[in-house]
C-alpha cells in the first residue's frame, strides 16, 4: 500500500500546491481538479483493472491506493463505476474503504451513486447496531438530493430504533439532512423534539448539536428537558457536554432573572462593587432576589465538570458561570481556567484571551494567581502580549511594585515587540495607578538611553502621553527628550517630542526654537507625521515666541504649502491664517492662542479587551473580536421570568393508575402519601416519633395515614393562606399547629419528591440503588445543606421566605399533574394527587409561578447525600 | 462544526486533506501560509484565522500543522482540543506524528478520522473506543510529578498515568496518604466527581491500556522544592569581542535520589558566533544557526559537580547583547515525587481475579528557567 502513496506522490504533490497556490481563494467547494495530469490518469486504469479483479485481496489493495490518492486531494473519480460495485462486498474491510470513497464523490457522481442506494436501505434493517449506524451513517453523508425522502424515512425509524447508538448516528443525520435540504426543517424538527426526550447520555449530545443547528430558537423545545439534560449532563460524552452546556447558557438567560442587579438595587450594587475590591469574600447580604431552583440546579450540575480533562468543557462551565452566577460564585472557575494555562500554547491563547476579558471587569478574580501570568521567555509573542495585557488588567496598589519588576525584566527581552508592548504597558499602569506614577516615569526615561531605536521610540510615545496627564515638573523631562532628539530616527517618536515642545513651549523657551530650527533644516526629508508636529511647534511658538521665531516659522510654513502630501497643504493653510492676523482671517484669529494652547484633556489608555464582553466567552467571535457566521447572540436577562411551570413534566395518566398497583394502600392514600413524607420529617425533627425513611412506598400505614389527614389539612391550609382567593379551608385545624407546620414545611416539602431523583441519579452514576433506609439519615444532612444554600444564595426576610416556600409545594398540590421529570422513572407509584386539582384559583397560580421548583433544588442536594451514604 | 482539515509539514505542503462535508478546496490554506509567512517562527502562528468566508483553526505539533476549516461560530477551544485529540491518537497508533508515519499509514489515518468525526461533529475520540482490545489482567501505574519552578515562581503540576490491563469490568478505587495536597484536580470522564467531592477518592472504571487519569495542581503555599541549583556567570566583553561563560550545576533537596538526564538549554543572543567551552561532565554542542547551546550531563554526580565554561565568540562590530540569556534545565529523579503525594491503596471491586498493581513515581522538571 505504502508503494502505492509513495509512487503517486512524487510531482503530484507539488503540481498539488501549485494548483492550489495559484487558484484564489474561494469559498466554493468545487473539488480541485487534479486529474487531469496523465501520470494519474493512466495509474487510475490499473487500478480499474485491479477493481474488477475477482481477489479481494486485489481489490482491497486497489481501494488502500484509492483512499491513499483521496487523502493527496487528488481526483479518482473516474473510477467511481469500478468501486461502487463492491459496496455490496461482503468484505469489512473492503467495504469501510467503499464507504469513504462513496462519500467523497457521490455528489459528483449523483446518477451512479444511486446504485449503492439499495444496498444501504437493506442494511439499515440489519440486526447489528453498528452496520444499521454505519448504513445511516453513509447515506446521509451523501449529498444526493433526490435521496432527500429516502433519508427522511430513514432518520425517522433511526430515531426510534432501540439503539442508542443508532439514534444518535440519526441525530447526525438530521444537521446533514438540514444542510441538503432546509425545506425539510419541519419535519426535521419533529424528529428533533422526539429525540430530545430521548433518555440515553450517547444520544443528548447529538440531538442538541442538531437542534442548535437546525431550530437554535425554538427554545420551547427545551423546557420539557431542561432537569432532564441538566441532570445527565456529568455522564454525557465530553464534546456533548460543551454543546448542551452553551445551549443551556442561552436558555438560562431567556428563562430566569438576573441574579446580579435584582431586588434593592443600589445597595446591591454597592455590596457587588465593594465585595470586588476587597477580595469579594464577604457574603452579600440579605437580598430579596431568589434564584429560580431550575437557575440552581443548573449552576450546581455544571459544577464538577470544571474537573474535565477536556478544555473545552472547562471553558465551556466557565463561561456559563460568568454568564449566568451571582456573582460572588463566578470566582470558584479561576484555579480551572489557571489550570487550562498548563496545556497547549493553543489551548493558552484562547484561555488567556478570556482572562483578559474577565480581568477587566473582575480583578479580584485572577489576583490570586498572578504569578501564573508571568511571561516565560519561551513564550509565543502572541502568548506573551496576553499575559501582559492581564499584568495589566491586574495591577494596584498593593501588587504594582512586583509587576513592575517583572516588567524591567520584559523591557529588555529579545523579542523587541514585546519589549514595546511592555513600555505600553507600564504606560497603563503609570495612569492607572497614581502612586507609582513617577516611579513609573523615571524608568521611561531610563530607557530613553536605552540603545534599541524600538524601545526608545515606544517610550517617547508613552512618555508624552504620561506628561499629559501629570502636568508638573515636566522641564527636564522634556529637556532630556530634546537632547534625545537628534539621534531618534522613529517617526512617530520624532512627532512626540515635538508635540511634547510645541504643549510645553513656555516651560522650556530656550530649547523650543533650537529645535524647531534644527527641524526647519530637515523638514522636506521627514516624514509627513513629523512634519504635521513640525508646523504645529511652529504655529504654537509663534504665538508664544514671535520674536525668535517669527521668520522660521514663516520659512517652515512655506515649506509646507508646498508639500507633496495635501494634507500638511492643508494644515499650512489654516495655521497661517489662524495665527498671522491679516483682514481676511476674520474673528477666529483673535482667539488663536486659546485654540492652540487649550489644555487638552490627558489621553486614556485603554486595554484592547475592553469591548470583547459583547460576545459570549469562549466563542470563536470572542476570539476573533468580530460576530463570526452563524453566532448567536446571548440575550439579555428578561426582567420578568417568564412561565416557570413549562419546565414542570406532565405526568402521563398511567402513572396514576399505576400508583394503585405498586403501593397496596388505597387510592386515597397514595394521594396523600405525597404529604405524608413532610408529615414524617416533621415528627422526625421535632418529636421522635415515628420518623424514618418513609418515603418508602411501604412506610408504615399508621405514620402514613395520620401524615396523610394533617398534610392535606395542611395543604389546604397553606393554599387558603396564601391564595387571596380562598376556597376556604376545608378542615379548620388549630391555627397554631397549622403555623408550625408550615414553617416546618418551608424546609421540607421539596424533599420529598427529590427522593426519587437521588434514586435515579446514583443510578446513573453506576452506584446501584440508594438503600431507602440510608434515606432518612440523608434527609437530615440535605436538610440542614439546603437551609444553608438558601440563606447564603438569599437572606431574605424570614417571614416573606416562608411565605413563598409555603407556597411551593402547594403548587405542586394544585398543578397536579406536574411532577420534575425525574420522578417519572422511578417514582410511579406515589404521588399523584388527584382530588385537589380545583382548588386553586387562576390568579393564585400565577402568583405562586416561580416557587414551585424548589423541590429540584432539595432533589439534587438530596441526591448527593443519598451518594454518600451509598459507599 | 469541523468542516475539513488539513495536515501541512514544515515546507508548507499539504500533504492530507479529509473533509466531513462537502469538498473545500485547498486554496484556503493560502491564507493560512500568508499568516505563517508573517509569523517566521511557526510558534507564533495564531491559533485562529480568518478569512472571507471560513475560519481557520490550527494547531502545531511535531514539526506539523493541523488545519481545520471552520464555517460557522463554533468555541475554539472545542475544535483546538479535538485536534490535539487527533495528533494524541496518532502518536498512539503510530507511537509517532511525523509527516512520514502518517503518510506510511495513510488507509488507518483515514479510517481513524472518518471514525472520530461525523459530520464534524466528535464521534468517537478514547483511544479504547478507537482500538476495541481486550487485554490480560495485570495493572501499573504511575506517578509522574512536573515540577516547574524558577526563583520567580515554582509550582507543581503533576499528571497519574494508568495502564490498566483487566478484564472484564473492575470498579477501582484508588485513595492518596495526603489528598489535602491536592490543590486543584482533572480528571478523565470515567472518574467519579462525586465520590471525589466528598471522600477525597478516585473511584472508576478504567478504560484500557493507557490513559491519563487525573492531572494536579500542588498549591503554590506549599513550598516548593527545587532538586537542584545553579551557579552561573555569563558575562561579554566590549572589547576583544568576546564572552565568558562558566555554569556549575548541584543537588539540592533531592532526598538521596539521583538527579538523571540532566540539560542545560541556553538560547545565546544573535551575536555570538561560537562557543569554545569544557565540560567537566557530559557533552555539549552549539548550534550557530539556532543559537542554541545544548550542554548533556547525564547523571548527577554530587561529589564532583558538572561544570562548563569556556569562552564564546562574538561577531565584531555588534553592540554588546544587553540582556543575559536565561538558562532551560531539564533532569529527572526517578523514584521520588517532589510533590510528596503518595498513592495510598488500589482496590478493585465487581471482579474476582486478584490484579498485579505496581506503582511508580517520577519527577521532572517542566519549564525551568533561570534568569541571569
Redesign the interface.
Given at each position: 500500500?505504502?508503494t502505492g502513496?509513495?509512487y503517486n506522490?512524487q510531482g503530484g504533490?507539488?503540481a498539488?500546491?501549485e494548483a492550489?497556490?495559484e487558484?484564489?481563494?474561494?469559498?466554493?467547494?468545487?473539488?480541485?481538479a487534479f486529474g487531469l495530469f496523465s501520470a494519474d490518469f493512466k495509474k487510475n486504469e490499473d487500478l480499474k483493472e485491479m477493481l474488477e479483479s475477482n481477489k479481494e485481496s486485489l481489490k482491497l489493495e486497489a481501494m488502500?491506493r484509492i483512499?491513499?490518492l483521496?487523502?493527496?486531494?487528488k481526483s479518482a473519480s473516474e473510477l467511481f463505476p469500478a468501486v461502487v460495485k463492491n459496496v455490496a462486498s461482503k468484505n469489512i474491510e473492503l467495504k469501510?474503504?467503499v464507504?469513504?470513497y462513496l462519500v467523497?464523490y457521490a455528489?459528483k457522481q449523483q446518477d451512479l451513486a444511486l446504485l449503492s442506494i439499495s444496498t444501504f436501505q437493506r442494511a439499515l434493517k440489519d440486526p447489528n447496531q453498528f452496520i444499521r449506524a454505519s448504513a445511516l451513517?453513509v447515506l446521509?453523508?451523501i449529498?444526493v438530493p433526490i435521496i432527500v425522502p429516502i433519508m427522511m424515512l430513514a432518520i425517522k425509524e433511526a430515531a426510534a430504533d432501540l439503539s442508542p447508538y443508532v439514534r444518535k448516528?440519526s441525530a447526525?443525520?438530521i444537521?446533514?439532512l438540514y444542510?441538503l435540504d432546509p425545506d425539510q426543517k419541519e419535519q426535521l424538527i419533529e424528529v428533533i423534539e422526539k429525540l430530545l426526550k430521548d433518555k440515553s447520555t450517547l444520544v443528548a449530545g447529538?440531538v442538541v448539536?442538531a437542534f442548535e443547528e437546525v431550530c437554535p430558537d425554538r427554545i420551547d423545545l427545551i423546557h420539557k428537558n431542561y432537569r432532564k439534560l441538566c441532570n445527565l449532563l456529568?455522564d454525557v460524552?465530553?464534546?456533548g457536554q460543551?454543546v448542551i452546556i452553551?445551549m443551556l447558557t442561552r436558555y438560562a438567560r431567556t428563562q430566569f432573572t438576573s441574579p446580579w442587579t435584582e431586588g434593592a438595587e443600589f445597595d446591591e450594587n454597592k455590596a457587588f462593587y465593594d465585595s470586588d475590591s476587597e477580595e469579594k469574600k464577604d457574603q452579600t447580604e440579605a437580598k430579596p432576589y431568589i434564584m429560580d431552583p431550575d437557575h440552581r440546579l443548573l449552576l450546581r450540575n455544571t459544577k464538577?465538570?470544571l474537573?474535565?480533562?477536556?478544555?473545552?468543557v472547562?471553558?465551556?462551565v466557565a463561561q456559563l458561570y460568568w454568564h449566568l452566577a451571582p456573582k460572588h460564585e463566578v470566582s470558584i472557575v479561576t484555579?480551572?481556567l489557571?489550570?487550562l494555562l498548563?496545556s497547549?500554547?493553543?489551548?493558552q491563547?484562547?484561555?488567556l484571551q478570556n482572562i483578559a476579558t474577565m480581568s477587566i471587569q473582575r480583578k479580584g478574580m485572577f489576583e490570586p494567581f498572578i504569578?501564573?501570568f508571568?511571561v516565560?521567555?519561551?513564550d509565543?509573542?502572541?502568548i506573551k502580549t496576553l499575559k501582559l495585557e492581564i499584568l495589566t488588567n491586574l495591577a494596584n496598589e498593593a501588587n504594582i511594585s512586583t509587576i513592575l519588576r517583572?516588567f524591567q525584566?520584559y523591557v529588555?527581552?529579545?523579542d523587541k515587540a514585546f519589549a514595546a508592548a511592555t513600555i505600553q504597558a507600564i504606560g497603563r499602569c503609570a495612569t492607572n495607578i497614581s502612586e507609582v506614577t513617577d516611579t513609573c516615569l523615571n524608568g521611561l526615561v531610563l530607557l530613553l538611553s536605552?540603545?534599541d531605536e524600538t524601545v526608545v521610540a515606544e517610550s517617547i510615545v508613552v512618555i508624552k502621553k504620561l506628561l499629559q496627564t501629570q502636568p508638573t515638573q515636566h522641564g527636564d523631562i522634556i529637556k532630556h527628550m530634546a537632547k534625545l532628539f537628534d539621534s531618534v530616527t522613529v517617526p512617530m517618536a520624532r512627532a512626540s517630542i515635538l508635540w511634547l515642545m510645541g504643549e510645553y513651549c513656555e516651560k522650556v523657551p530656550k530649547i523650543a526654537p533650537d529645535v524647531l530650527r534644527k527641524m526647519a533644516k530637515t523638514f522636506t526629508a521627514e516624514e509627513d507625521i513629523v512634519k504635521l508636529q513640525t508646523v504645529n511647534l511652529a504655529a504654537k511658538l509663534y504665538l508664544t515666541n514671535s520674536k525668535q521665531t517669527k521668520l522660521l516659522t514663516q520659512y517652515i510654513l512655506n515649506l509646507g504649502k508646498y508639500d507633496q502630501n495635501y494634507d500638511i497643504r492643508d494644515r499650512t493653510r489654516f495655521i497661517r491664517q489662524l495665527i498671522v492676523p491679516n483682514e481676511k482671517s476674520g474673528a477666529l484669529s483673535k482667539y488663536a492662542r486659546r485654540i492652540l494652547l487649550a489644555p487638552k484633556p490627558a489621553p486614556v489608555l485603554e486595554s484592547a479587551f475592553k469591548d470583547r464582553d459583547r460576545y459570549q466567552l469562549?466563542?470563536?467571535?470572542h476570539?476573533?473580536n468580530?460576530k463570526?457566521?452563524?453566532?448567536?447572540e446571548l440575550p439579555d436577562w428578561p426582567a420578568v421570568a417568564p412561565d416557570h411551570s413549562v419546565r414542570n413534566v406532565e405526568i402521563v395518566e398511567p402513572l396514576r393508575e399505576s400508583a394503585p398497583i405498586v403501593g397496596k394502600t388505597k387510592q386515597p392514600k397514595s394521594d396523600d402519601k405525597f404529604y405524608s413524607d413532610d408529615e414524617d420529617e416533621k415528627e422526625e425533627e421535632e418529636s421522635d416519633s415515628s420518623g424514618s425513611g418513609s418515603e418508602d412506598s411501604s412506610s408504615s400505614e399508621e405514620s402514613g395515614s395520620e401524615s396523610e389527614e394533617e398534610s392535606s389539612e395542611d395543604s389546604e391550609k397553606t393554599s387558603s393562606d396564601s391564595g387571596k382567593s380562598s376556597s376556604g379551608s376545608e378542615k379548620s385545624s388549630s391555627e397554631s399547629e397549622s403555623d408550625q407546620k408550615k414553617k416546618k414545611k418551608t424546609k421540607k416539602a421539596p424533599q420529598k419528591k427529590s427522593k426519587p431523583a437521588g434514586d435515579s441519579d446514583s443510578d446513573e452514576?453506576?452506584?446501584g440503588p440508594v438503600g431507602q433506609a440510608s434515606s432518612s439519615s440523608s434527609e437530615s444532612s440535605s436538610d440542614s445543606e439546603s437551609d444553608s444554600e438558601s440563606d447564603s444564595g438569599s437572606d431574605s426576610p424570614a417571614p416573606k421566605k416562608k411565605t413563598e416556600e409555603k407556597a411551593k409545594p402547594k403548587v405542586a398540590v394544585n398543578s397536579k399533574k406536574e411532577v420534575s421529570l425525574l420522578d417519572l422513572d422511578d417514582f410511579s407509584p406515589a404521588p399523584t394527587n388527584a382530588p385537589k386539582p380545583s382548588v386553586l384559583s387562576q390568579s393564585l397560580l400565577s402568583d405562586l409561578e416561580g416557587l414551585s421548583l424548589s423541590n429540584i433544588t432539595s432533589t439534587v442536594q438530596y441526591s448527593?447525600a443519598a451518594?454518600?451514604m451509598v459507599? | 462544526?469541523i468542516h475539513s482539515l488539513f495536515l501541512i509539514n514544515h515546507l508548507?505542503?499539504?500533504?492530507?486533506?479529509?473533509?466531513w462535508?462537502?469538498?473545500?478546496?485547498?486554496?484556503?490554506?493560502?491564507?493560512f501560509?500568508e499568516a505563517r509567512e508573517k509569523a517566521v517562527?511557526p510558534?507564533?502562528v495564531?491559533?485562529?484565522l480568518?478569512?472571507?468566508?471560513?475560519?481557520l483553526i490550527?494547531?502545531?505539533r511535531g514539526k506539523l500543522f493541523f488545519l481545520s476549516v471552520?464555517?460557522?461560530?463554533?468555541?475554539?477551544?472545542?475544535v483546538?482540543?479535538?485536534l490535539?485529540r487527533v495528533a494524541d491518537t496518532f502518536q498512539d497508533y503510530f507511537g509517532g506524528c511525523s509527516e512520514s508515519v502518517i503518510?506510511?499509514n495513510?488507509?488507518i489515518?483515514?479510517?481513524l478520522l472518518?471514525e472520530m468525526l461525523?459530520?464534524g461533529?466528535?464521534?468517537a475520540?478514547e483511544s479504547n473506543v478507537l482500538k476495541e482490545m481486550i487485554r490480560p489482567p495485570n495493572i501499573l501505574r504511575s506517578v509522574v510529578n512536573t515540577l516547574t519552578g524558577t526563583t520567580?515562581?515554582a509550582?507543581i503540576?503533576g499528571v497519574i498515568e494508568a495502564c490498566v490491563k483487566l478484564s472484564g469490568m473492575p470498579d477501582l478505587t484508588m485513595s492518596f496518604m495526603n489528598p489535602r495536597l491536592l490543590?486543584?484536580?482533572?480528571?478523565?470522564?470515567c472518574v467519579?466527581?462525586?465520590?471525589?467531592?466528598?471522600?477525597r477518592i478516585l473511584s472508576f472504571?478504567p478504560p484500557d491500556g493507557n490513559f491519563?487519569l487525573m492531572?494536579y495542581?500542588i498549591s503554590?503555599q506549599n513550598l516548593v522544592a527545587i532538586p537542584v541549583y545553579v551557579k552561573q556567570s555569563i558575562s561579554f566583553f566590549e572589547a576583544g569581542s568576546c564572552g565568558r561563560l562558566d555554569i556549575t550545576i548541584g543537588p539540592k533537596q533531592t532526598m538521596g535520589k539521583t538527579v538523571e538526564d540532566l540539560k542545560v538549554t541556553v538560547?545565546m543572543?544573535?551575536a555570538v558566533l561560537n562557543a569554545n567551552l569544557t565540560a567537566s561532565q557530559g557533552n555539549y554542542t552549539y548550534d550557530f544557526t539556532t543559537k542554541l547551546l545544548v550542554w548533556d550531563i547525564g547523571k548527577l554526580n554530587p561529589q564532583k559537580l558538572p561544570n562548563l565554561r569556556g569562552s564564546l565568540s562574538m561577531q565584531t562590530g555588534v553592540?554588546n547583547?544587553?540582556?543575559n540569556p536565561?538558562l532551560?534545565i531539564d533532569l529527572k529523579i526517578q523514584q521520588l515525587a517532589i510533590s510528596g503525594l503518595k498513592v495510598s491503596r488500589l482496590d478493585m471491586y465487581g471482579e474476582t481475579y486478584k490484579p498485579f498493581k505496581g506503582v511508580k513515581y517520577v519527577t521532572k522538571a517542566g519549564?525551568f528557567?533561570v534568569?541571569t
Open positions: 500500500m505504502s502513496v509513495s506522490d504533490a507539488e498539488a500546491v492550489g497556490q487558484s484564489t481563494p474561494t469559498s466554493s467547494s468545487t473539488g480541485a488502500k483512499v491513499g483521496i487523502a493527496k486531494g469501510k474503504l464507504y469513504v467523497r455528489e451513517r446521509s453523508s449529498r448516528t447526525h443525520a444537521q446533514k444542510s447529538s448539536m456529568v460524552e465530553e464534546w460543551v452553551s464538577p465538570l474537573q474535565s480533562r477536556n478544555t473545552a472547562v471553558m465551556a484555579k480551572s489557571v489550570r498548563r497547549h500554547r493553543e489551548v491563547y484562547i484561555v504569578k501564573s508571568y516565560r521567555s519561551t509565543a509573542t502572541h517583572e525584566t529588555k527581552s529579545q536605552n540603545r469562549g466563542t470563536l467571535s476570539s476573533l468580530l463570526a457566521t452563524g453566532y448567536q452514576n453506576g452506584n448527593r451518594y454518600e459507599k | 462544526m508548507g505542503d499539504i500533504f492530507l486533506e479529509k473533509h462535508k462537502s469538498v473545500i478546496s485547498r486554496s484556503v490554506c493560502d491564507y501560509f517562527d510558534e507564533n495564531p491559533p485562529v480568518q478569512t472571507p468566508h471560513h475560519y490550527s494547531i502545531y471552520i464555517q460557522t461560530e463554533v468555541p475554539p477551544l472545542f483546538i482540543e479535538f490535539h503518510s506510511d495513510v488507509v489515518v483515514y479510517e472518518e461525523d459530520n461533529f466528535p464521534l475520540t520567580v515562581s509550582e503540576q490543590d486543584d484536580v482533572s480528571f478523565h470522564p467519579r466527581f462525586r465520590r471525589w467531592e466528598s471522600e472504571i491519563t492531572t495542581h503554590s538560547h543572543p544573535k553592540p547583547p544587553e540582556e536565561s532551560n519549564k528557567q534568569r
